[in-house]
Structure formats: C-alpha cells, structure tokens
C-alpha cells in the first residue's frame, strides 16, 4: 500500500493526498517498488565502547546513505557519491533548504557496493552510542537534530517541527527534528549511553531537556515547568523539564554536546551545578 512520506501514514491505492497530513502523494510509491538491494536485510554489527562505529557489510550492489562527514572507512569495492536527496530537481533543492533551516549539510552521501560486496564503518562525531533501529514500511520516528547516521535508502528523510511553541524554545531541541520514515534499517547515534522506554497510553516521563534522542510521533511532547522558584534557580536543572506522554517508545541519551561543552570549558572551576545567572541564561539557549 502505498504512503506520505512526510507523516507515514498509509494511503488507499489511487489517493492523492494524505488524509493525516494533506500532504499530495504524487511520486509516493509503494513499499514493495524499492530496489531489490534495498529490500534485502542488512548485514551490520556495533562496536566499541563510547566511540562505537557501525559496521555495514554491504551485499552485492546493496545500498546506504549517510550524514556528510559520518563516514569513517570503507572498502575499494565500495563506491560513493555526495548529493542532494530527492528524485525531481524541486525535490532537491526543497530538501536542501529544509536542511539547511536545520543546519545539516545540504548534501547526503550514498554508498552502493560492486559485484562482490564491500563493507563500510560510520561513527559519530563526539564520544556516545549508536543505536540501529528496523522501521516497517510507513512506520516513523523523530530524531534530534545531528542525530541521523545512516540507512539504506528505503527509508526518508525528512524534517519535522515542533507542534508546541513552548517545547521549540524550551525543550532543548529547537522547532526541527529528524523525520525518519521507514521502511528499512536506520543508525542513529547520541551522547553517553542510551536508555530506552516504551510507554504506556497516559503514561508520563519527565526528562532533563536535551536528553532527549528519539520518540515515536505518538508520543505527545511538550515542557513542563520545575515549580518553585527555589527549585529551578538552584536545584542544577534548569527551569524545564520535557514531559513525554505515551504511547510509544522513547530514547534518552545520558550525556549532551552541550554538557560536555560546559564541563570541558578552560574557565569551570568544577561540578555539574548550574548557577542562577546560567539558569536563566539557559531560557533563551538550547541543549544539543
């Protein structure tokens, strides 16, 4: 059956616009018209501690894309490419401004192996986690900006916004994420280790804002304020926390880019606590 790739969300045979979205489903294919190569499961393992690379063993003429400047070794028999994504010339440059709006390279770079296979390792750029994830066909998920690795070119690419004004300037994410729509297999990569939910209908989690990788697009997202003035000016965790409301499954990383920033800093004097002239400084700042 065919789908929008910007909601995932399934359309009957002959549709023309996505009844989620509105969105118009011209050049939207079914799940099974994908390359052959691009079909077939992925061969892969992960290795490392908190430097961990992806390791992709590539079957003959198989396929994957990645963030520019992810790549950290591959095979002769590998061949790759920079270039925009998208089919049609609009396409391309619609998606290259998207990602820009984002700060993302304008450009992917795609890998396809020869006759013989090949093999191909991507990481990430700071110490952290990488965590593949097997989307089904039209199923998505929502990814921090810098987190998207790599996948096999079944799967889209997309951005998506924040739907409340108070999570785009507070949650520490900003107004973009990464919309990945499946099918096929997808790396993502974060800070520190990673901790995995699947919440219940209703069910609620509060999270440090920033901490936050990935979450299913139902989960409701929005920023919940401290309470008391005491407790956000001093307690060391700023004035917000993201309340996540299932159902769905949610990612938290332990570590951000940005507290590694601020712990590695030639002026702190030490510790993790967050001072009152920093918390409210924060208001107007955002997490990586």
Same mark, same amino acid.
């Given at each position: 059956?065919?789908?929008?790739?910007?909601?995932?969300?399934?359309?009957?045979?002959?549709?023309?616009?996505?009844n989620?979205?509105?969105?118009?489903?011209?050049g939207?294919?079914?799940?099974?018209?994908?390359?052959?190569?691009?079909?077939?499961?992925?061969?892969?393992?992960?290795q490392?501690?908190?430097?961990?690379?992806?390791?992709?063993?590539?079957?003959?003429?198989?396929?994957?894309?990645?963030?520019?400047?992810?790549?950290?070794?591959?095979?002769?028999?590998?061949?790759?490419?920079?270039?925009?994504?998208?089919?049609?010339?609009?396409?391309?440059?619609?998606?290259?401004?998207?990602r820009?709006?984002?700060?993302?390279?304008?450009?992917?770079?795609?890998?396809?192996?020869?006759?013989?296979?090949?093999?191909?390792?991507?990481?990430?750029?700071?110490?952290?986690?990488?965590?593949?994830?097997?989307?089904?066909?039209?199923?998505?998920?929502?990814v921090?900006?810098?987190?998207?690795?790599?996948?096999?070119?079944?799967?889209?690419?997309?951005?998506?916004? %924040?739907?409340?004004?108070?999570?785009?300037? *507070? =949650? &520490? @994410? +900003?107004?973009? !994420?990464?919309? #990945?729509?499946? $099918? /096929?297999?997808?790396?993502?990569?974060?800070?520190?280790?990673?901790?995995?939910?699947?919440?219940?209908?209703?069910?609620?989690?509060?999270?440090?804002?920033?901490?936050?990788?990935?979450?299913?697009?139902?989960?409701?997202?929005?920023?919940?304020? %401290?309470?008391?003035?005491?407790?956000?000016? *001093? =307690? &060391? @965790? +700023?004035?917000? !926390?993201?309340? #996540?409301?299932? $159902? /769905?499954?949610?990612?938290?990383?332990?570590?951000?880019?940005?507290?590694?920033?601020?712990?590695?800093?030639?002026?702190?004097?030490?510790?993790?606590?967050?001072?009152?002239?920093?918390?409210?400084?924060?208001?107007?700042?955002?997490?990586?």
């Amino acid at each position: 059956m065919p789908f929008c790739v910007s909601s995932g969300n399934n359309v009957p045979e002959g549709g023309r616009f996505c009844n989620r979205c509105g969105a118009p489903v011209t050049g939207a294919a079914p799940a099974d018209t994908f390359d052959t190569s691009a079909q077939e499961p992925l061969e892969y393992s992960i290795q490392g501690d908190n430097l961990q690379v992806a390791r992709l063993k590539l079957k003959p003429y198989q396929q994957v894309y990645a963030e520019a400047g992810k790549m950290l070794y591959k095979t002769n028999a590998v061949n790759w490419e920079t270039r925009m994504s998208g089919a049609a010339l609009g396409d391309k440059i619609l998606g290259a401004l998207r990602r820009k709006l984002s700060g993302e390279s304008l450009f992917l770079t795609y890998f396809k192996a020869g006759a013989a296979g090949g093999e191909v390792g991507f990481a990430g750029n700071y110490p952290g986690k990488i965590q593949a994830i097997e989307l089904a066909a039209g199923q998505s998920i929502l990814v921090q900006r810098d987190g998207f690795l790599a996948a096999q070119p079944s799967v889209n690419l997309t951005l998506a916004l %924040v739907k409340k004004l108070g999570a785009g300037f *507070f =949650g &520490g @994410e +900003g107004f973009i !994420l990464e919309k #990945l729509i499946g $099918p /096929g297999t997808v790396f993502i990569h974060a800070g520190g280790d990673f901790v995995e939910f699947n919440l219940t209908p209703g069910q609620s989690l509060q999270v440090d804002t920033g901490c936050l990788v990935a979450f299913e697009p139902s989960v409701d997202y929005d920023i919940q304020f %401290v309470g008391g003035i005491k407790r956000a000016i *001093f =307690g &060391g @965790e +700023g004035m917000f !926390l993201a309340n #996540l409301t299932g $159902p /769905g499954r949610v990612i938290v990383q332990s570590m951000t880019l940005q507290k590694m920033r601020r712990e590695l800093a030639p002026w702190r004097r030490g510790g993790d606590e967050r001072g009152p002239l920093s918390t409210f400084k924060d208001i107007f700042s955002s997490e990586d």
